[in-house]
């Protein structure tokens, strides 16, 4: 099955991931999914301040610059991979450094 892992944290509050115990443990955690072969797809993303939303109201296309979402925890990554089972995709998800001070959304791909 596979899984697409949307991880998301408060920008404000993320840790800097490239150097340290963060980055440590973020190799150590693609290296474990490399090990697997459940790895398919994983892209971090710009800020959310450089985001476009596109609505489209009664024939008008609205864009507005930013998140759209009105949140202080914003989408920074995604991981797309391929497991037995959401309980393995759990563990998967449990390990990513994100879910220390955000979280990791899974979601079953059509």
Same mark, same amino acid.
């Given at each position: 099955m596979r899984y697409l892992l949307l ?10 991931? =490239?150097? $340290? ?6 190799? =150590? ?7 697997? $072969?459940?790895?398919? #797809? ?8 450089? #985001?476009?939303?596109?609505?489209v109201r009664d024939g008008d296309v609205?864009?507005?610059? $930013? ?8 989408? $920074?990554?995604? =991981?797309?991979?391929?497991? #037995?089972?959401?309980?393995? =995709? ?21």
């Amino acid at each position: 099955m596979r899984y697409l892992l949307l991880i998301s944290a408060d920008e404000e509050r993320e840790p800097d991931i =490239a150097d $340290g115990d963060g980055r440590r443990r973020f190799d =150590a955690w693609m290296a474990d999914l490399e090990r697997r $072969g459940v790895l398919r #797809a994983h892209e971090g993303l710009h800020p959310s301040r450089t #985001a476009t939303t596109v609505r489209v109201r009664d024939g008008d296309v609205l864009r507005t610059d $930013g998140p759209f979402m009105e949140t202080k925890d914003q989408i $920074g990554g995604f =991981a797309v991979i391929e497991c #037995a089972d959401l309980d393995e =995709a759990v563990e998967i998800a449990a390990g990513h450094p994100a879910a220390r001070f955000g979280q990791v959304e899974i979601r079953p791909l059509r």
